[in-house]
């Protein structure tokens, strides 16, 4: 995470930005780029991550803008920027690291890139990527989805198929497939590689995006020049008709992101207004150095000067994404990006926080599925939810949601399950995250998979592993007590329960209900 420490008016604040990496590779591409392994040491795209961090820390020691004074809703401010690991994650492994058995060694890797909390990938075009007959990428979603769906890689990497929609039908059935089996959470499409460009508009680009609205996946495009924008820019506009007209249900789950479209477009209006237009959202990767402070101050100022707002509700930060195209691209290139995002000349002339928030992080996470459309199990079989209690905390200071934690560990390293991804909930608004997490686990002996919400109910005395039921709906933005609306969750909760004093019976009553 990145964190940001507010001093005005003599008093500080401190906030916690999340930063998501919308594009990167998993694969090995027919042009000879390749990312294997996302651990890999000194290639891999955590070190990768790590690399960046490193970049943006030795450009602080030489520019002193770690720290800086600027002007925000009128009132003199200073600004201080540090990394913070994030907290779910970084506790998990502490755990580990005591029980010195498998990922052990992850606390230690982790402290290199705690800056990016999470990232995007998606198949090349591999070479293997036609091994299958369902689809011709079927193989490069299996290889995506083994990585990402399994711990610790879940912990970190977001997981994105890819079709060409060419074939037709088979690539409507792999969207299906990608996000239904493989449990991918978005699409990439690569007009260029696959020869399409001149079909873009076609029916069978539309019913690929169509079928992707419809488990609200969010479909990211690569573009290769100006005209590839304007282009893609047309088939949204064509199928958003096509969706409003014929499924309009599906329209808040259409969405599409414009991969390259700054770099070499600064001051571009016909480029601008191709991302500014609803449904659609660009990436910011290929842009770097001062060309990057340049498109903020000239996106900014377009957009402000011509009502903007009016067209879609959002501001002009809720249409950007912060993106590397690794290993196309290197540090040095992410690392020039993000100094424009968060350097004294963004806020000097009109960025803010909020704008921070949106583009390094808050937007890319606002598209996942999970946060936009209700998780329902494979399985409708209820089964109990394990109530935490420590009545003894202020005798050994251990509270309820480390017990839980320590047992998670345990439940790892002794394989009883897997975690296939992790969602972070929100306290009552995008602003503030808390430290609740939505686990979608599976049992390594059953193959069951459960999606279990890890509450902290009383603080450091009362923690819930409450599994949703399949008629029940995880609420991005938490559960209240008291709020008449969360009542049936509590009830579904407390109905048939277990209690659970110490890690030990933790990990036992886990096994036991859930395996």
């Given amino acids: 995470m990145l964190t940001c420490t507010l001093e005005q008016d003599g008093k500080k604040r401190v906030e916690h930005l999340l930063v998501i990496d919308a594009h990167s590779h998993l694969g090995q591409d027919v042009d000879g780029a390749a990312m294997m392994n996302p651990l890999a040491p000194g290639a891999g ?5 790590g690399n960046v961090q490193g970049r943006i820390k030795a450009d602080w020691e030489k520019t002193g803008e770690q720290s800086f004074t600027t002007t925000m809703d009128g009132k003199f401010t200073k600004i201080s920027w540090s990394f913070t690991p994030f907290p779910f994650t970084d506790r998990l492994y502490v755990e ?9 060694d992850l606390k230690e890797k982790s402290k290199f890139y705690s800056f990016i909390d999470q990232g995007v990938c998606f198949p090349f075009q591999d070479v293997f990527r036609a091994k299958h007959p369902e689809a011709l990428y079927r193989a490069s979603n299996i290889n995506v989805s083994r990585f990402t769906t399994r711990f610790p890689f879940s912990m970190k990497l977001i997981g994105y198929g890819r079709v060409d929609p060419m074939e037709g039908q088979k690539a409507v059935n792999e969207v299906k497939y990608a996000r239904e089996e493989l449990g991918l959470r978005g ?9 399409y460009i001149d079909k873009i508009t076609s029916e069978k680009v539309i019913n690929v995006l169509i079928e992707a609205a419809s488990y609200s996946l969010p479909v990211i495009f690569d573009t290769r020049g100006r005209g590839s924008i304007l282009e893609i820019g047309k088939l949204i506009r064509s199928a958003r008709n096509v969706i409003q007209s014929n499924y309009p249900d599906l329209l808040p789950h259409f969405k599409v992101i414009i991969a390259h479209f700054a770099q070499g477009n600064i001051d571009d209006y016909e480029v601008y207004n ?4 609803p449904n659609t959202y660009g990436d910011l990767s290929m842009l770097h150095g001062a060309g990057a402070g340049n498109f903020f101050e000239s996106f900014r100022r377009w957009f402000k000067s011509g009502n903007k707002q009016n067209i879609d509700n959002r501001t002009w930060s809720e249409y950007l994404l912060f993106a590397s195209d690794y290993p ?5 290139h992410a690392q020039k990006l993000i100094k424009y995002i968060i350097n004294k000349q963004f806020f000097d002339t009109g960025g803010t926080l909020v704008d921070v928030r949106n583009i390094l992080g808050l937007n890319q996470l606002k598209l996942l599925p999970e946060y936009n459309t209700t998780q329902n199990q494979k399985e409708s079989k209820s089964v109990p939810s394990i109530i935490v209690s420590n009545p003894l905390f202020h005798q050994n200071n251990i509270g309820t949601y480390e017990t839980s934690i320590m047992a998670l560990a345990r439940l790892i390293v002794e394989n009883i399950f897997d975690i296939k991804r992790f969602c972070i909930q929100f306290r009552d608004t995008w602003d503030t995250f808390n430290e609740d997490v939505l686990l979608t686990t599976i049992s390594t002996n059953t193959k069951q998979e459960r999606n279990i919400l890890l509450m902290s109910l009383v603080k450091d005395q009362i923690a819930l592993f409450a599994p949703l039921q399949s008629n029940m709906e995880w609420k991005k933005f938490g559960y209240n007590y008291f709020n008449p609306e969360d009542r049936a969750f509590f009830a579904s909760v407390f109905k048939q329960n277990y209690l659970a004093t110490d890690v030990t019976k933790t990990v036992d009553t886990f096994s036991h209900i859930y395996t």
Avoid at 187 to 195: A, D, Y
Avoid at 274 to 277: A, E, R
């Fill in 187 to 195: 699409l990439k499409l690569h007009p260029r590689s696959e020869g």
């Fill in 45 to 49: 795209t955590f070190d990768f991550w």
């Fill in 274 to 277: 191709t991302i500014v237009q």
């Fill in 328 to 332: 196309y691209f290197g540090d040095v």
């Fill in 96 to 104: 580990l690291e005591k029980l010195g058995k498998r990922h052990s």
